[in-house]
């Protein structure tokens, strides 16, 4: 099997011209998109347009049909070398791309705690007492140094979404994925999210965040990606909310704003 | 109307049971070693025909449903006939009573018990595997840590069903010369001309032994699922809300 060779291109992560099926219908029509280090992409559009597919092949938990994914200039997808390092590789992925789910998706059986350092013992092979240190650290990062005895279904939405952060946070990683982290939380509890994302932001994280929350994207979006009917319809600075090019866009910022 | 419990003034004979009493302990003993072996190999193979069930691939997906629809549709009298004395004869390897009884019961609750781990695992959230991979866990690990764990809670009870089934069906067993409770209290019986004490001795027997497991299953249970508890106590968040906001 030949390599896949990759111009080095200095971005962080690359989607070249992805595309992805679901059956038949097509929810990514080729896109390319590239993240660089520092940066703070943020993709708004309608639902069902392929923001959250889109984001999900970034770790390949989507894997696309066609297209090409690469971090740090290296190729992920299509699968380098042979079929019995394809696992390996994807968890070496996987492991330094910290995901915020929708739905937190904590682990209801173990404790904040627990569900922190899971991988680090894990994937890390961190000891058990570096490990809950870490984890430690990690969850008094995000405010919840009270609570890390709590299994998640003790804590309120606000409280479960920081404990994933502080689950993704904790592996270290170079980029962390947002996957509409607030739009599962009630209105009074989207504000302890996004502040810790901001902090997260100022602190120099990269990150790429699916959302809604049009206010977050104009104070700390760097690179908006306005996502329509599985392509880019429109993508440019802050100033695409203020003055969109795209129809489009105007239409999805009059209705959201 | 006076209702006569005793029409035949039948005289009972308690003490035949204690009499025969170690060759009932020498049945229970053997009823639960059919049972529990047969349960062990069949957990282990069930769990291996549910991810078979539930593979990406088509041909194995079909292959694994097939094996749970044939195993579950033979009456386990049938089979064991068949095993004992009909491929024995075929095949002319000589497989002994017990070896024979045990690979019968075992391949027929291990189609059950697939489906049993199938509607466990299943009933576990996609996202739960997809955000243990997203740190970089292993498919396996995953299923061993994540998934695993909170599928386990939701299908002992069900197990345990299967477990006092199989122990009701190791009765079966005694056709092919397995002394085991059933056959034991038989053979008293041909001795005594006393089938009600002796089987009534069974069947107390068969009940105690399906109570001890109904009541291991519910510490179990309790046990594993101590946290998610606390979740169903909870009222949901939104509910609360919705509540508030109209």
């Not at chain 2, 998610?228 to 009222?235: D, F, H, N, S």
């Amino acid at each position: 099997m030949t390599a896949v060779s990759v111009s080095p291109t200095g971005a962080l992560l690359e989607l070249r011209d992805v595309h992805k099926s679901f059956g038949h219908i097509e929810v990514i029509k080729g896109v390319s998109l590239k993240v660089s280090k520092g940066e703070h992409v943020v993709i708004f559009g309608p639902s069902g347009g392929g923001k959250s597919t889109l984001l999900r092949m970034m770790n390949l938990l989507e894997v696309p049909d066609s297209g090409m994914v690469c971090f740090e200039d290296r190729p992920y997808f299509p699968h380098p070398g042979n079929i019995l390092d394809r696992a390996s590789k994807l968890q070496q992925l996987r492991s330094q791309i910290g995901m915020v789910f929708q739905r937190f998706n904590l682990y209801p059986h173990l404790t904040a705690l627990q569900n922190v350092s899971l991988a680090l013992t894990d994937v890390k092979k961190l000891s058990r007492k570096a490990a809950r240190e870490k984890a430690e650290a990690c969850l008094a990062d995000v405010g919840l140094q009270e609570r890390i005895e709590h299994y998640p279904a003790q804590l309120s939405g606000g409280q479960q979404q920081r404990v994933a952060i502080a689950r993704a946070l904790a592996m270290d990683p170079k980029l962390m994925l947002f996957d509409e982290p607030t739009s599962a939380l009630d209105p009074e509890l989207i504000g302890e999210v996004l502040g810790v994302m901001e902090k997260l932001a100022r602190e120099g994280m990269t990150m790429v965040v699916v959302t809604h929350e049009m206010g977050f994207a104009k104070r700390v979006g760097d690179y908006l990606v306005f996502v329509s009917g599985g392509v880019i319809a429109e993508a440019g600075g802050r100033e695409i909310l203020a003055h969109p090019q795209q129809e489009r866009t105007k239409a999805f910022l009059d209705a959201v704003l | 109307m006076r209702v006569d419990w005793n029409p035949t003034n039948y005289q009972f004979a308690w003490e035949v049971v204690a009499e025969y009493r170690v060759w009932l302990f020498e049945g229970v003993l053997l009823t639960l070693k059919i049972a529990l072996v047969s349960m062990a190999f069949a957990m282990v193979l069930g769990l291996f025909v549910a991810l078979l069930r539930m593979s990406p691939i088509w041909p194995i997906r079909s292959l694994a449903s097939l094996y749970i629809s044939i195993f579950r549709a033979i009456p386990p009298l049938v089979f064991i006939l068949w095993m004992y004395y009909g491929v024995t004869l075929v095949t002319g390897v000589n497989i002994e009573a017990f070896t024979s009884g045990v690979i019968c019961l075992s391949l027929q609750y291990a189609a059950w018990l697939a489906e049993i781990y199938r509607s466990g695992l299943q009933a576990i959230d996609k996202g739960q595997g997809e955000a243990a991979m997203s740190t970089g866990l292993s498919r396996t690990r995953a299923f061993t840590r994540v998934i695993w764990p909170q599928a386990w809670r939701i299908i002992i009870p069900p197990i345990a069903n299967n477990l006092v089934g199989i122990i009701k069906d190791s009765s079966l067993v005694g056709v092919i010369g397995l002394n085991e409770l059933m056959r034991q209290s038989q053979i008293a019986t041909s001795l005594t001309f006393r089938p009600f004490e002796l089987y009534t001795a069974a069947m107390v027997i068969y009940i105690v032994l399906t109570l001890a497991i109904a009541r291991m299953a519910s510490f179990l249970e309790q046990r594993a699922a101590r946290s998610l508890k606390v979740q169903t106590r909870r009222v949901p968040a939104t509910a609360s809300s919705i509540r508030t906001a109209a």
